[in-house]
């Protein structure tokens, strides 16, 4: 019996039917399975952005149509997380920044968008101003989140914070209604 699989594997070693085939399957199939990943991530990235952008302009519509009434940031991120749904730990992960702008100079707003990181100490928003009427206002969100595969494709290329959630910027501009 074993004689008799010894012939059968030698006799399979020497035999070459099939070698181009067995080199493009090897060369072709990660490939292809790394792109199926990288859409599979994309998607859910841009679910998860579109999301971000209905609950923000759900939000702004909200702030610009009461000018005058007190919302503190925790308000405001309370009410994009109810309206947005699907981000998983929004509380902990949204960070926001509403400032007014100058339309004449645009270029006083910082550039790179003030986000969480949950592997730091917790500080306080870097901007965060309700405005008067007629006002044109910013009102940038970051989210944090983690990519479903974080060593493969697109989730792999996200920078990443100290605890390996990667960034989604949603900006929203507005001007202040009159009461």
């Given at each position: 019996?074993?004689?008799?699989?010894k012939?059968?594997?030698?006799?399979?070693?020497?035999?070459?039917?099939?070698?181009?085939?067995?080199?493009?399957?090897?060369?072709?199939?990660?490939?292809?399975?790394?792109?199926?990943?990288m859409?599979?991530?994309?998607?859910?990235?841009?679910?998860?952005?579109?999301?971000?952008?209905?609950?923000?302009?759900?939000?702004?519509?909200?702030?610009?149509?009461?000018?005058?009434?007190?919302?503190?940031?925790?308000?405001?991120?309370?009410?994009?997380?109810?309206?947005?749904?699907?981000?998983?730990?929004?509380?902990?992960?949204?960070?926001?920044?509403?400032?007014?702008?100058?339309?004449?100079?645009?270029?006083?707003?910082?550039?790179?968008?003030?986000?969480?990181?949950?592997?730091?100490?917790?500080?306080?928003?870097?901007?965060?101003d309700l405005?008067?009427?007629?006002?044109?206002?910013?009102?940038?969100?970051?989210?944090?989140?983690?990519?479903?595969?974080?060593?493969?494709?697109?989730?792999?290329?996200?920078?990443?914070?100290?605890?390996?959630?990667?960034?989604?910027?949603?900006?929203?501009?507005?001007?202040?209604?009159?009461?």
């Open positions: 019996m074993i004689t008799r699989l012939k059968t594997l030698r006799r399979f070693r020497k035999e070459e039917d099939g070698a181009a085939i067995l080199l493009e399957f090897v060369i072709f199939v990660p490939l292809i399975f790394s792109l199926f990943l859409s599979v991530e994309m998607g859910i990235y841009s679910m998860r952005h579109m999301f971000l952008d209905r609950g923000l302009d759900i939000t702004v519509r909200y702030v610009r149509l009461n000018t005058n009434e007190d919302i503190t940031h925790n308000q405001l991120k309370e009410m994009i997380c109810d309206y947005s749904g699907f981000l998983d730990d929004c509380d902990n992960t949204l960070r926001l920044e509403m400032a007014p702008l100058d339309p004449r100079q645009f270029a006083q707003f910082d550039q790179v968008a003030d986000c969480v990181d949950l592997s730091q100490p917790v500080t306080d928003p870097r901007g965060f405005g008067r009427e007629h006002q044109l206002m910013i009102l940038r969100a970051c989210y944090r989140f983690k990519p479903v595969f974080p060593t493969t494709g697109l989730g792999y290329a996200f920078t990443k914070d100290g605890s390996g959630r990667a960034r989604m910027v949603s900006t929203a501009a507005f001007v202040q209604e009159p009461n």
